[in-house]
């Protein structure tokens, strides 16, 4: 059975940083289709940046230089590294995985099959 579990969620003041985690059960991080998602109140859940299986990563363009995605083989562990926070970063943030997605790097929720409970990220201005 798949697991996702995200930690690393806080509050921080605009410009701080956070690390986001999501350790990883039933599967091989390194071997899916792994992504980051967020979702803010009223809206719809937006694609934050994929990691594919061979290591590339996309980004939206709204974290583009600010967020980074790696992975931890041993600890089969996604991350995700946020800096220069913006309160518009004010978010449900959510890992999710796929074994395949219609496209490489996709940021399409409807792609991924397994998700994690999410992990709340508040940037107070």
């Known amino acids: 059975q798949v697991g996702l579990v995200e930690s690393g969620g806080g509050s921080v003041q605009a410009g701080g940083s956070l690390r986001l985690s999501c350790a990883a059960s039933?599967?091989?991080?390194?071997?899916?289709?792994m992504a980051w998602f967020r979702q803010a109140p009223g809206k719809g859940r937006e694609g934050v940046g994929a990691?594919?299986?061979?290591?590339?990563?996309r980004y939206t363009d709204s974290v583009k230089g600010r967020f980074t995605i790696s992975r931890n083989y041993a600890r089969n562990t996604l991350y995700l590294q946020m800096n220069n926070l913006k309160p518009e970063d004010t978010a449900v943030y959510y890992c999710?995985?796929?074994?395949?997605?219609?496209?490489?790097?996709?940021?399409?929720?409807?792609?991924?099959?397994?998700w994690g409970q999410g992990t709340q990220v508040t940037v107070s201005s």
């Open positions: 999710a995985a796929a074994y395949r997605t219609s496209q490489a790097l996709s940021l399409e929720p409807n792609d991924y099959r397994h």
């Open positions: 039933g599967l091989t991080v390194s071997t899916y289709s």
């Open positions: 990691m594919h299986s061979g290591g590339s990563t």
